[in-house]
């Protein structure tokens, strides 16, 4: 009955070692995907015209201007939960600034997504984090979240540029 017992132990002192030989797949998934989507926002941001930063398909809807600015915020919110890094403290950034500004600032944040998702790894999946409204969610729970996030305002993105006449940047042929 003893040999068991100490298998058993043995197995459970192994899983730390083991699960660091795999590396961390969640993580490295989560930085690829900030990586390409937020290569494709930040194409979108690029791609509409200056002067269609204020469409809106309807009235109660965002602006594209305010999805820049949301995402902005966004970004560094949700990168600095999910990175335990601190965002920088940056001048405030409104929908009417215009293209350039918000453009700059979206580039901003997701160059310090990149800095604050580097050193994430699937250790501190179940690690609790403040989220808004002052719950807590499991740091799995926020970057799949996130994930979701980014992935509806980049299809929100390619809806308003198609409504004007543009493709988005998942629909044009590579080169083109």
């Known amino acids: 009955m003893r040999f068991p017992i100490v298998a058993v132990a043995l197995a459970y002192a192994c899983l730390p070692a083991l699960a660091a030989a795999q590396g961390s797949p969640v993580a490295d998934a989560f930085r690829d995907n900030a990586k390409h989507i937020g290569d494709h926002l930040m194409a979108a941001a690029d ?4 002067d269609k ?3 809106k398909p309807t009235p109660a809807q965002m602006s594209f201007a305010e999805i820049v600015g949301h995402l902005s915020d966004g970004n ?3 990168c600095g939960a999910i990175g335990a890094m601190k ?4 001048a405030k950034v409104a929908a009417t600034d215009g293209k350039d500004k918000l453009v700059a ?3 901003e944040t997701f160059a310090f997504c990149d800095q604050a ?3 994430l790894d699937d250790s501190k999946l179940s690690e609790q984090l403040p989220f808004f409204g002052g719950k ?3 740091r799995a729970s926020v970057m799949t979240l996130t994930t ?3 992935a509806d305002h980049y299809s929100q993105s390619a809806i308003y540029l198609r409504l004007n006449g543009l493709l988005p940047p998942t629909a044009k042929k590579p080169g083109a």
């Open 47 to 50: 791609e509409m015209p200056a």
């Open 53 to 55: 930063y204020s469409f």
């Open 76 to 78: 560094d919110y949700l």
């Open 87 to 90: 965002a920088p403290t940056r």
């Open 105 to 107: 600032r979206l580039k």
């Open 117 to 119: 998702l580097a050193s």
């Open 136 to 138: 807590t969610k499991s």
């Open 148 to 150: 979701g996030d980014w």
